[in-house]
Nanobody, 127 residues
Framework: QVQLVESGGGLVQAGGSLRLSCAASGRTFSSYVMGWFRQAPGKEREFVAAISSGGGRTDYADSVKGRFTISRDNAKKTVYLQMNSLKPEDTAVYYC????????????????????WGQGTQVTVSS
């Protein structure tokens, strides 16, 4: 069992930065693929970024590539999402999620592949 708690959301002007954190409980955090997703009002939940269990592999949605960075600290049981050059279209509720499968077998783009989810944190980017 893994419990996930996101923090770090807020209101920021376009061009600004935010750093989201997702703190996990449970002894096996280091074995999980971690992902960030977001959901804007009236839209489906969409993939943002994923990181392998050891942190050596990452992947990003095209819309955030070059602006967002996912990282993790297994000793602290925390995954991060550094968001730079924020745009109004980045406004959404951001969720972290954990998948108990290998990075090479899980289809980390899809929400259904994840076993555990946080409650979400709101990010609002004003123009």
């Amino acid at each position: 069992q893994v419990q996930l708690v996101e923090s770090g959301g807020g209101l920021v002007q376009a061009g600004g930065s935010l750093r989201l954190s997702c703190a996990a409980s449970g002894r096996t955090f280091s074995s999980y693929v971690m992902g960030w997703f977001r959901q804007a009002p009236g839209k489906e939940r969409e993939f943002v970024a994923a990181i392998s269990s050891g942190g050596g592999r990452t992947d990003y949605a095209d819309s955030v590539k070059g602006r967002f960075t996912i990282s993790r600290d297994n000793a602290k049981k925390t995954v991060y999402l550094q968001m730079n050059s924020l745009k109004p279209e980045d406004t959404a509720v951001y969720y972290c999620a954990a998948a108990g499968r290998s990075y090479y077998t899980v289809n980390y783009y899809y929400p259904a592949e994840y076993d555990y989810w946080g409650q979400g944190t709101q990010v609002t980017v004003s123009s």
